[in-house]
């Protein structure tokens, strides 16, 4: 079985300061792993993913992850948050052999304030 | 040239009707999946259909029923609607491969409303 699980419903960060977003997952098998982004009454965006090419994964808007094994985590991180940031971080994690199939995370609310 | 599209956006409807959402896609994916987010934006996968053929199929009410008249699209049939039914679909697409997991692109969403 896979499972993501994302530490902070909500996160709030000043402009210009580090965003951390935090992803832990669960499974038996080598993973990949994914960050989507939601604005307001839109669709996912995809940010970046994971394919087991290189640890550090870098995406679109100035955001990367790291991929670390020992600690299954995917941490999504980006160095100065921008007011147009705001937005849901969705975490999500599929299985070779699992049918494409992704398990999503319950998102992270992040705000940005001046 | 939208990559995935769905209609309608907004969908308003009363309980025990019968409504159909449609989705295309020309990136050129070999399957397609159906999404719904709660209130609380909790992401669930309903169905995914790989060239025209069901693949996953999630514990959904059969009052539910995909239909993929071809790889391009992938429609939604809800029957009997009932309010709990009120959530945001979202339609999504990749490629499907043995062996790895492919990125999925959604579509902008219909929020699905009954009164």
């Known amino acids: 079985a896979q499972s993501v699980t994302q530490l902070g419903s909500h996160v709030s960060v000043s402009e210009g300061a580090l965003v951390l977003l935090r992803c832990n997952y669960s499974s038996s098998v080598p993973p990949y792993l994914f960050w989507y982004v939601q604005y307001p009454n839109q669709g996912l965006q995809l940010l970046l993913k994971?394919?087991?090419?290189?640890?550090l994964v870098k995406g679109i808007n100035g955001f990367e992850a790291e991929f670390k094994k020992s600690e299954t985590s995917f941490h999504l991180t980006k160095p100065s948050a921008h007011m147009s940031d705001a937005a849901e971080y969705f975490c999500?994690?599929?299985?070779?052999?699992?049918?494409?199939?992704?398990?999503f995370g319950t998102g992270t609310q992040l705000k940005v304030e001046l | 040239d939208t990559a995935v599209s769905q209609t309608p956006k907004y969908l308003v409807t009363q309980m025990g009707n019968d409504k159909s959402i449609k989705c295309e896609q020309n990136l050129g994916h070999d399957t397609m999946y159906w999404y719904k987010q709660d209130s609380k934006k909790f992401l669930k996968i309903m169905f995914s259909y790989n060239n025209k053929e069901l693949i996953i199929n999630e514990t959904v009410p059969n009052r539910f029923s995909p239909k993929s008249p071809d790889k391009a699209h992938l429609n939604l049939h809800i029957n009997s609607l009932e309010l709990g039914d009120s959530a945001v679909y979202f339609c999504a697409s990749s490629l499907h491969r043995q062996g790895r997991t492919y990125e999925q692109y959604f579509g902008p969403g219909t929020r699905l409303t009954v009164t």
């Open positions: 999500a994690v599929g299985l070779t052999g699992g049918g494409n199939k992704l398990t």
């Open positions: 994971y394919t087991s090419a290189a640890t």
